[in-house]
Each structure stands twice: as C-alpha cells, then as structure tokens.
C-alpha cells in the first residue's frame, strides 16, 4: 500500500515527467497503485497521487479491466460535454459536479513501453480525464469557478479539521 497524498501537497500541483525507463520497478509501482486504489475504493490513481512525479495513472473501468497510461495523451475529445458528480481520493468527501468531454481518444504506453490508443466514453472517458489532469497539476475542483472552489475546500478543510488556510 502506498500513501495517496491530499490536497495542499505540493507534487500536486507539478506536470509530471515524461517516463522513460519502462522496468520490473515500472511494473511494481503500477501493480502498488492497483493495490492502493482498489484499498482505497477508487476507479482511478494517478502517480502523483502517490507522491512520484511520473506522468503515469491507472485506471479501473469496473468491468473487469485495468488498465496502466503511461506518457498519456489525450489527442481527441468530443464536442458533446456531460456534467457529473467527480470525487477524488486526494481530496475525499468532497464531491462536485464537472462538465467534460462524453468522450476521449487517449494515446499512451503500456508497462512494456508499447503505444497504443485507445477511444472510451462514459466512466471510462471521465476517469481518464481526471487522472489525466493529475499529471498536469490539476484536481478536479481546479476547474470550478472560484466562489464554488473556496466552498469545496472549506467543506473538506471542515470534514477533515485542518486549520484554515492550510490549503491554497
């Protein structure tokens, strides 16, 4: 099990670095954030989450496939937007409703380095999306308005008792 950082920590807030040795440590870290995420209850968990500044998420469709992005890229979204409720496991209990791309087409590794692309909608395209923003230094509640982002972090602030102000 590996620790999934909060809100207020710094690694989560960087872009990530681009992976480039593709090793039996590669596979040990994605096969800890599987274990993590699913200990967690989680549909997604990108590499920052767990503290490590590599441009890598996992991802639990909950059909039965889990998959590694590693280097990912979204290169494709569709017109169509689709508001629903996101939650995050670096900010947990707090949940808001984000308007995104209904659906994604995503290039990106696998564990062996092999490109591959892949075209998801639904659960699949919105956890891609998120994840894909923790890469970028982004969380979900980033792409709130400012007024409804100050309420999302003094409800966390307040479910978790942590000092005003203590996140920015």
Do not use: W
Not at 12 to 21: A, D, G, H, R, S
Not at 75 to 84: D, G, W
Not at 101 to 121: E, I, R, S, Y
Not at 123 to 140: M, P, S, T, W, Y
Request: aromatic share 6%; glycine share 6%; proline share 2%.
């Amino acid at each position: 099990m590996l620790d999934i950082y909060t809100i207020g920590e710094e690694i989560l807030t960087v872009k990530c670095k681009k992976v480039v040795t593709f090793d039996s440590s590669l596979k040990l870290l994605v096969d800890a954030m599987f274990e993590t995420m699913d200990e967690a209850d989680g549909v997604g968990l990108a590499a920052p989450q767990v503290g490590i500044d590599m441009r890598l998420f996992v991802v639990d469709d909950h059909d039965g496939v889990r998959r590694e992005f590693i280097n990912p890229e979204i290169v494709e979204t569709s017109m169509e937007n689709v508001a629903l409720e996101e939650g995050c496991l670096s900010i947990p209990g707090v949940y808001h409703d984000i308007e995104r791309p209904a659906q994604v087409t995503v290039q990106a590794q696998d564990m062996n380095g092999k490109t591959f692309k892949l075209k998801a909608d639904a659960l699949l395209a919105r956890a891609i999306q998120h994840e894909n923003d923790h890469l970028n230094g982004v969380v979900f509640i980033d792409r709130l308005d400012e007024k409804e982002r100050e309420k999302m972090i003094k409800a966390y602030t307040k479910k978790n008792h942590l000092k005003k102000g203590s996140i920015k």
